[in-house]
């Protein structure tokens, strides 16, 4: 489990298919705290280490992930949100945060508001993902708040400490981001409808 803060930005520095999975090795200030086996959040997505190298450690997607998620955008030099899992000891700062991604969404619009920022999402509702009114939401592995929640859309608001240490600094509107949608709204919804 994740709470969605963001511990460190990673730099995907090889990208190497094999068959239908793809081999992502990242660099990171984390690689002397990592051991094989470890579960780690990219971009939102829960992927296990399997090899360390003196800068570098190695994940391996495979072809689900890569189709239901925006790693496969991914390209050598390119940043990724990381955060290991949350400590049983550990405080909860952001909310519950499983690692399964949802869907992808589309950044339209991100404009600065006086020190801030505020980004308008799109993404798919017929899949039956909602998201509610300062409830949750998980972008790229970011515990967010959202507002304007309507159906297919919402916004966040960005501070500039989260701007900077987060891959958001680097969204331009037309990207495919990763949603992880909250996960009691997901279960009050499967109960109201019965199934």
Request: include cysteine; charge should be negative.
């Amino acid at each position: 489990m994740f709470t969605g803060i963001i511990e460190s930005l990673g730099t995907v520095r090889h990208i190497t298919p094999e068959g239908n999975n793809v081999h992502f090795d990242i660099e990171s200030g984390l690689v002397p705290e990592l051991k094989i086996d470890q579960s780690l959040s990219h971009n939102g997505v829960c992927l296990t280490v399997v090899d360390l190298d003196k800068n570098t450690y190695r994940v391996t997607a495979i072809d689900e992930t890569l189709q239901k998620t925006n790693l496969g955008d991914l390209e050598v030099g390119h940043l990724v949100n990381l955060e290991r899992c949350m400590p049983a000891n550990g405080r909860f700062d952001g909310h519950i945060v499983q690692g399964h991604v949802d869907q992808t969404g589309i950044l339209q619009e991100i404009r600065s508001e006086e020190g801030s920022w505020i980004a308008s999402f799109a993404y798919d509702s017929s899949i039956g993902n909602l998201t509610v009114e300062k409830g949750s939401i998980c972008i790229n592995g970011i515990s967010l708040t959202c507002f304007h929640s309507r159906e297919g859309s919402f916004r966040v608001a960005i501070i500039p400490y989260t701007y900077e240490h987060t891959t958001f600094h680097r969204l331009r509107p037309g990207d495919r981001v990763n949603l992880e949608f909250d996960i009691i709204g997901k279960y009050m919804q499967r109960i109201l409808k019965g199934y």
